[in-house]
């Protein structure tokens, strides 16, 4: 066998090794990071629930999800550990936040025009009329029975 028929298997290999090194390398940062929580940081989960660590174990981590409310996660489910800053600037709404998109309304209220311009423009009646209401037809042609379908009449009720 020739170097070129081998060039591309030593290829494939050296690319699955680079990429098996940089996930090693992931998961080491993430264990150190998980490693250094302490009681009082601000951290948030692989699901995106922001919380204050209380306790620190082996595998598990005691969390504070909201005053008084504590749940118990383990280390693993610790997706970032945030800092102070940024943590008061999530969960507290701290700091300045600057958007220059403007702010969109919760309701379509503001999106209307006031009831002065609506004034101009005829109403239209959307309800039901009753029975009563309409008026009476004309009478029927003779030689039409009065149960005669015409186009477009149905029994249903």
């Known amino acids: 066998m020739s170097i070129v028929t081998l060039l591309p298997f030593i290829v494939l290999i050296g690319a699955m090794f680079l990429m098996t090194r940089s996930a090693k390398k992931k998961q080491q940062q993430a264990v150190e990071m998980r ?8 951290v948030r989960t ?7 660590v209380k306790e620190v174990g082996d595998d598990t981590v005691l969390l504070e999800v909201a005053p008084g409310v504590h749940a118990v996660y383990a280390k ?3 997706g970032a550990v945030l800092d102070d800053d940024e943590y ?6 701290d700091g300045d936040l600057k958007t220059d998109t403007p702010v969109v309304p919760d309701d379509a209220s503001s999106l209307t025009v006031d009831d002065a311009a609506d004034d101009d ?4 009646d959307l309800g ?7 008026p009476e037809t004309a009478p029927e042609a003779e030689g039409a029975k009065a149960d005669d379908k015409r186009d477009g009449d149905t029994d249903a009720k």
């Open 46 to 52: 692989i699901g995106g629930m922001y919380a204050t």
């Open 121 to 124: 423009v005829a109403k239209i």
């Open 88 to 93: 008061n600037r999530i969960v507290h709404g």
């Open 35 to 42: 490693n250094q929580m302490q009681p009082g940081t601000g």
């Open 76 to 78: 693993n489910a610790i």
């Open 128 to 134: 039901k009329k009753d029975a009563a209401d309409e």
